[in-house]
């Protein structure tokens, strides 16, 4: 019996329902995806350079203030302990995030381009990332900013598209609803099913090798 298939009928409800209660919570698939992507490959890329890289940890930029605080969707901190946290306090860590990524949604596309982008540059975080992971409302879907005299100027993409990231010495681009890292001469940074991927690939190789020497052998 023939099981059907609900991921490939298109809805025809046309209510809206949204996708996040407008906090950054209760995201799509989309969203998801692009961030355990993203976070796991610069986690593995990074991995002995002590760079910590907080997902959806609360940022808290005002010691007299407990309620003022931002969660962004990842950031990348040098020159911090690479340990657990429940928060990331400013006044504490004496270290500012040298990059932080948004992965966008409609609900959120506002708050992302304007609130907390200039919230972000009074911070004095370096570089910004707003993505688009189902290119529906930025184009191009990947944008970036660079802080410059105490506010972002936007930069201008590579002629592959992608930005080049001077706090991470990477290349950013958007693809295939993922934000793909790479090495500036070297190549694109792989994923961990990637990684996966060619380690078994590399594997049969060796055993098909083996194989026929001993073949040769007898």
Same mark, same amino acid.
């Given at each position: 019996?023939?099981? $059907?298939?609900?991921?490939?009928? /298109? ?19 989309? %969203? ?12 593995? $890329?990074?991995? %002995? ?6 997902? @959806?940890?609360?940022?808290? %930029? ?34 500012? #995030? ?11 596309? %506002?708050?992302?381009?304007? /609130? ?7 911070? =004095?975080? /370096? &570089? ?5 992971? &189902? ?5 191009? /879907? ?11 100027? @936007? ?5 592959? =598209?992608?930005?080049?990231?001077? &706090?991470?010495?990477? +290349?950013? +681009? =958007? ?5 793909? #890292?790479?090495?500036?001469? *070297?190549?694109?940074?792989? *994923? ?27």
């Amino acid at each position: 019996m023939r099981m $059907h298939d609900d991921t490939a009928m /298109p809805s025809l409800d046309p209510t809206v329902y949204p996708e996040t209660d407008g906090n950054g919570r209760g995201q799509s698939d989309f %969203h998801l995806e692009a961030l355990v992507q993203l976070s796991a490959t610069l986690k593995h $890329h990074f991995r %002995h350079q002590g760079v910590y890289i907080p997902v @959806g940890l609360g940022l808290y %930029h005002d010691p007299e203030n407990a309620e003022v605080h931002v969660t962004p969707d990842l950031m990348v901190v040098k020159g911090v302990r690479v340990h657990l946290r429940r928060q990331f306090r400013l006044w504490e860590e004496g270290v500012c #995030p040298q990059v932080i990524v948004e992965i966008t949604c409609p609900e959120t596309l %506002h708050a992302d381009r304007e /609130p907390k982008r200039d919230l972000y540059a009074r911070l =004095g975080v /370096p &570089e910004y990332f707003v993505f688009d992971p &189902e290119a529906r409302n930025l184009a191009p /879907p990947l944008q970036g900013y660079r802080l410059r005299g105490g506010r972002y100027v @936007g930069m201008a993409a590579d002629p592959d =598209g992608s930005l080049t990231s001077e &706090e991470l010495g990477l +290349r950013l +681009r =958007g693809e295939g609803g993922l934000v793909r #890292p790479a090495v500036p001469g *070297t190549g694109r940074l792989l *994923t961990a099913e990637e990684r996966a991927d060619t380690l078994e690939a590399e594997v049969k190789r060796l055993r098909a090798q083996l194989r026929k020497q001993r073949r040769k052998k007898t």
